[in-house]
């Protein structure tokens, strides 16, 4: 069970703090995005956002930070994503983030799965999700994270290796 919350931790530390990327900014747009994405109407999140931890998040139609999107639900608040393939952890992996309706210009985060080898293995998947307290658990017995909108534009920073610390 130990080595399971490791592995949940060092990707969600991967996810908020892209720097830790091995690379840092050298090709870190997966070239192997879904060719539907762009046809479909974009995710509700789009814009730029400051998280609880206070890093900046950037989530662009086709992007999560640094994390390409694959497929999301708008109605069901959640988006499935593929980790960078030079993450230092969990590289070309598949996850699934869950997320509140957005109150007040912001909403909750949960990081339900992560480090699936497909997309099939995601949907098919069972996670523990609670979100009556997203301050004190509910996410696999973790915390949600809180995102609170900074812009609604989609303004990508011109080095896509520090997503989540430009300005």
Do not use: H
């Amino acid at each position: 069970m130990f080595c399971g919350e490791l592995k949940r931790l060092a990707l969600i530390i991967t996810l908020l703090f892209p720097w830790a990327l091995s690379g840092c900014g050298e090709g870190t747009q997966n070239t192997a995005k879904n060719p539907d994405i762009s046809s479909t109407p974009a995710i509700e999140l789009v814009g730029e956002w400051e998280t609880s931890s206070g890093e900046q998040a950037f989530i662009t139609e086709n992007m999560w930070g640094l994390d390409t999107i694959w497929a999301f639900d708008n109605d069901a608040n959640y988006v499935i994503t593929q980790t960078a393939s030079n993450a230092s952890s969990g590289a070309n992996s598949y996850n699934k983030i869950v997320w509140t309706d957005v109150v007040n210009n912001s909403f909750y985060a949960c990081y339900v799965l992560f480090g699936y080898e497909t997309i099939e293995e995601i949907e098919t998947a069972e996670y523990d999700l609670n979100d009556s307290d997203p301050e004190t658990g509910g996410c696999n017995n973790f915390p949600w994270f809180l995102f609170v909108r900074e812009s609604p534009t989609q303004r990508t920073p011109a080095d896509p290796g520090n997503f989540m610390d430009a300005n």
